[in-house]
């Protein structure tokens, strides 16, 4: 939308922009806001790990009784058969107690959801209820010491015996044991055990187990060991340890056999023939960990932003030209360093509710096909990584520009950015997930020419300009961005929607076709039918290719956060609402080109000078943003009970109105002292006029 169609002085309605972002699961996300509210949920400073954790259990205790964490269980094991509320009823959760939250994600989103979706329907009964009641806390062992991401090469075995009808699990080194894991070093009374299942002597690859750790009183089970991780980075009341087993034996039917079975004999079966999809398709059912650390990220910079934006409407500092102090959001920088961001995690608020859709649609079996999943797992690869990311950048920045005042426990930055810590790293390290993410993209470049020949290939790859249109709808430009002599023309035809997203999806497109063509020209020289040769080619010019690779998988989920800004704009009627987001939007998309300013300029998809105009134009769209802020934070619709942020109270403006009052009073009364720069100034101005009238005279 340009200027000349702009509302000229548009309001943004508060209620419809946070009936926007509430989004589909609207009523799960207030139902849990409410239990964010609850003072027994909430993060209590300065607590000892030790009582922290005791807390921590209690509260999984009072989220199980207030019915929180049923909801994505089968309605006939009192569940409700509700996939996305679940997850949207989740990530409100973080605003209470992060370290509650992940282990309320421990106990039922990776513990009991393994058994429901990696286990058959007797094992729902079997464990579900006491899963879904605390009766059976437990662990989700996946992680290796040695092994992390890697989760096909993890070192558990677990070795079937037809005589006893038993798998037999062993850690058999060190760089095995199961590491990070919540609920196993206190709490934990069983787990989820990941390791390579043989049978026959023949390795089936990785397969889930359920395994009795400890007794209820808490005492380890024969051939259990545990390890306590101690003292953390954050979310110091969960319980992470370590877990190593030898030799620990289980019945057969312990086997999570949805994907995988063995017979009493021996005998292996599958429904999946393929061992690398068979093993992708249990990993997939385990999504939902991504998809619930992208919403509270994104809601964590909801929180940090509404603090921070806040303090900065109400903090003065420094006289202005109007005599009293200016306040913070009135400065340039602080409005450059808080909107930008802002209208981050606008965009990402809205990719996220189209995560969860997919998620939701897969999941409830609306839309459980092949292509779905794929697309799910891609986009829960891409958009974890840039919003948890994301969400250290704006806790960190919305602590600096908070002062000393964010430095304070009790106003929630600090204590958020600790805990958020650990979101860039498990559920995925971030940029293991964006190279799935950019394998995928150059696995979709690849299929747009199959069946053609190399040369073809090589053509499309090498070519900078010209339509091309992949299976995510990305395209190039298609034309070459001359230089107009005016900034006001050079970014005006950047400006409308299509152009903005033409040149994000260019960048994409662009990236992937040099890397596909990097990827080929490495292995030209081999000759043909040495396949060792050429696998080890391969390898080489995949990793000369690996960091360009991460760049294309970002600027992928950029851009497809971007069109989900687009389409949630689309979805909003009211016009000053619809102004308000497009300028946001805007934002969003011309900060991206200026972030990635040398690619365009080095591709020559923009000139010079309209570089220059798109980061004129950013000033100027935060300028108009920058009356709009405290609106748009309201729309988040985060109360003070979820905050529980002192600078965001409205303290702050108080406080400098008790001072601006005081000051005013003083003054009127002619109690207020003179400044010694003031004397100095009046005895000068007298010396001007003395020698003004000896002149005269």
Do not use: C
């Not at 230089?483 to 997203?501: F, Y």
Request: aromatic share 6%.
């Amino acid at each position: 939308m340009s200027d000349t169609t702009s509302h000229p002085n548009p309001r943004l309605n508060t209620e419809v922009v946070s009936d926007a972002l509430l989004g589909k699961w609207k009523r799960e996300r207030l139902e849990s806001r409410a239990l964010v509210a609850d003072p027994r949920l909430q993060t209590i400073n300065g607590q000892t790990m030790d009582d922290h954790r005791e807390r921590v259990l209690g509260q999984l205790g009072i989220l199980v009784e207030e019915g929180a964490i049923q909801r994505a269980f089968p309605s006939d094991l009192g569940g409700s058969d509700n996939h996305g509320g679940n997850i949207a009823a989740f990530q409100e959760l973080v605003l209470a107690d992060p370290s509650m939250q992940i282990k309320s994600g421990v106990q039922w989103g990776l513990f009991g959801a393994a058994i429901l979706h990696l286990g058959t329907r007797p094992h729902h009964e079997q464990w579900l209820p006491d899963v879904m009641s605390l009766k059976l806390p437990g662990a989700f062992a996946m992680t290796e010491i040695g092994h992390g991401s890697d989760v096909a090469s993890v070192g558990t075995t677990a070795t079937y015996d037809p005589e006893t009808e038993e798998f037999e699990i062993h850690t058999p080194f060190t760089g095995a044991w199961k590491e990070f894991l919540g609920n196993a070093a206190l709490h934990g009374q069983a787990a989820v055990v990941f390791a390579q299942l043989i049978t026959q002597d023949v390795n089936h690859g990785v397969h889930a187990f359920f395994v009795p750790i400890r007794t209820p009183d808490g005492t380890l089970l024969p051939g259990v060991g545990s390890e306590d991780d101690g003292v953390k980075g954050g979310l110091n009341g969960i319980d992470n340890g370590r877990l190593h087993f030898t030799h620990v034996r289980i019945p057969r039917t312990n086997l999570l056999n949805r994907y995988g079975d063995v017979a009493p004999d021996g005998t292996y079966s599958s429904p999946i023939e393929s061992p690398g999809r068979r093993f992708f398709t249990m990993i997939g059912t385990l999504v939902q960990g991504r998809v619930s650390l992208d919403g509270s990220a994104v809601k964590a910079m909801m929180a940090a932003l509404t603090i921070a934006i806040r303090y900065g409407s109400e903090r003065r500092q420094f006289p202005g030209a109007s005599g009293r102090e200016t306040v913070l959001m009135d400065y340039g920088l602080h409005q450059r360093r808080l909107i930008p961001r802002l209208a981050e995690t606008y965009a990402m608020a809205f990719a996220s509710e189209r995560l969860l859709t997919v998620f939701d649609e897969v999941f409830s079996g609306a839309k459980d096909t092949d292509e779905n999943r794929e697309d799910l797992e891609t986009l829960a690869a891409a958009f974890k990584p840039l919003s948890t990311w994301a969400a250290l950048d704006t806790l960190q920045e919305a602590r600096e520009a908070t002062g000393g005042a964010g430095f304070i426990a009790k106003n929630r930055l600090v204590g958020l950015r600790a805990d958020l810590d650990i979101y860039v790293t498990f559920e995925g390290d971030n940029n293991v997930l964006l190279q799935l993410v950019g394998k995928r993209l150059l696995t979709d470049y690849a299929q747009q020419f199959a069946g053609g020949d190399k040369a073809a290939l090589a053509k499309a790859a090498a070519s900078q300009l010209g339509d091309r249109v992949s299976r995510f709808g990305l395209r190039q430009l298609g034309q070459s961005i001359a230089d107009l002599g005016q900034m006001a023309r050079s970014v005006e035809s950047l400006r409308s929607p299509e152009a903005q997203r033409a040149l994000l999806a260019d960048r994409v497109e662009t990236m992937v076709a040099e890397i596909a063509q990097a990827l080929r020209e490495g292995t030209k020289h081999v000759p043909k039918g040495d396949k060792r040769g050429y696998a080890q080619a391969s390898e080489d010019a995949f990793n000369a290719q690996q960091h360009k690779l991460i760049q294309a998988a970002r600027a992928h989920a950029e851009l497809l956060q971007w069109e989900a800004f687009t389409d949630g704009i689309e979805q909003i009627t009211d016009p000053g609402s619809r102004q308000v987001l497009t300028w946001l939007r805007d934002l969003f998309g011309f900060e991206l080109i200026e972030r990635h300013a040398a690619w365009y300029l080095v591709q020559g998809r923009i000139s010079g000078q309209r570089a220059t105009a798109v980061t004129a134009y950013i000033d100027r769209l935060i300028g108009r943003l920058s009356d709009h802020a405290l609106d748009l934070v309201d729309a988040f619709g985060l109360t003070p009970e979820m905050l529980r942020a002192e600078i965001a109270t409205g303290i702050e403006a108080e406080r400098q109105d008790e001072a601006h009052a005081y000051v005013e009073a003083a003054k009127a009364a002619g109690t207020w002292p003179v400044h010694e720069k003031e004397l100095r100034k009046r005895a000068q101005e007298a010396q001007r006029r003395e020698a003004a009238a000896q002149r005269a005279s």
